[in-house]
């Protein structure tokens, strides 16, 4: 029989640990992100580790919904805007989202986020990265800041296998992840790993092995995405010339409940599908609707009688 509450880090009939429950809970205020395109590139586009970027990403290596500005305070300004006409009161987080946000001397890194950890604007600062673009230099000075503000590092690891890191062009490997991931849990900063389903040369059984690790690594957070086909990048290209088979909205949902079931039940998962800008989508659609993806989830969850943590194994 499930239990009366039948998970205990929900506040809103969710059966899994929300990204909104952990802020709230956290800032005891409703809090979203601003998010910032620092300028940064990628070590998997420059030559550092490979040249071209991994077969998905947009020209602007996920910040597509960024304000078109190099001047940072302008972002910030224009993203505070358009949060702000939702929730004015609620706290605000320094997201910085595209590209690789610690590629860069650490000197260079200080000299952008120093100010940030003195801004009273935000609770938060949130850095999305590569294991490869962080060392035990760049470890330490991000631990010290952390005792200013609340900070949150995000690493990209889409996939544990070696052949869909060879075949999306990834430029390292998965020693390389969960070497810094124990790091920087040793160093008590707060981690987020990124997954991606639907991988055209994944099967679930692989999907569902990389949620076994990420439930084994243990993170404080989590975010699923479904693939984007993006006009302009590489994989993009190839599905105009020769479409492949995705994964269908109930496919995806069905995963997401099975990828739900293996997780920690402390674990928040703070996103369970993926935005990308309409006018440059080309498939999945479907993921263009997702209040409707994220509520059906929801759905499936409770027909299964089911929840976040009920099979998974320590």
């Not at 590629?103 to 490869?132: N, Q």
């Not at 890191?165 to 008590?188: C, E, F, P, Q, Y």
């Not at 479409?243 to 409940?257: G, H, R, W």
């Not at 998962?269 to 935005?275: C, M, P, V």
Request: with cysteine; proline share 4%; net charge neutral.
């Amino acid at each position: 029989m499930i239990k009366s509450n039948p998970f205990p880090f929900s506040n809103d009939n969710k059966r899994y640990k929300t990204y909104n429950y952990f802020v709230r809970e956290t800032y005891k205020n409703k809090t979203f992100k601003i998010s910032i395109d620092a300028g940064f590139t990628c070590p998997n586009r420059d030559g550092t580790s490979g040249y071209g970027g991994c077969v998905f990403c947009s020209a602007r290596g996920s910040g597509d919904m960024i304000p078109d500005t190099e001047n940072i305070e302008l972002q910030i300004q224009e993203g505070h805007r358009i949060m702000s006409q939702k929730w004015p009161n609620a706290e605000k987080i320094a997201y910085f989202q595209a590209y690789t946000n610690t590629h860069a001397p650490l000197e260079d890194l200080k000299k952008l986020y120093d100010p940030f950890f003195e801004d009273d604007r935000f609770v938060g600062i949130d850095i999305a990265t590569r294991s490869d673009c962080l060392d035990d230099e760049k470890i330490a000075y991000f631990e010290a800041m952390s005792h200013k503000k609340d900070l949150t590092i995000e690493i990209g690891l889409q996939s544990i296998h070696k052949s869909t890191g060879l075949w999306m062009n990834r430029g390292h490997d998965l020693d390389s992840v969960t070497d810094i991931l124990l790091k920087l849990k040793k160093a008590k900063i707060r981690t987020c790993i990124h997954i991606i389903n639907g991988f055209p040369v994944e099967d679930k059984a692989m999907m569902l092995e990389t949620i076994d690790y990420v439930a084994k690594i243990k993170p404080d957070m989590v975010k699923i995405h479904m693939l984007h086909l993006l006009r302009g990048t590489k994989l993009g290209n190839q599905y105009i010339k020769e479409p492949f088979d995705m994964l269908s909205k109930d496919e995806y949902i069905d995963l997401v409940v099975d990828q739900i079931e293996r997780l920690p039940p402390e674990v928040t998962i703070a996103r369970l599908t993926g935005d990308g800008l309409s006018d440059d989508l080309l498939a999945p659609l479907w993921t263009q609707k997702k209040t409707i993806v994220l509520n059906d989830i929801d759905k499936l969850m409770v027909k299964r009688n089911t929840w976040q943590g009920k099979y998974y194994k320590q």
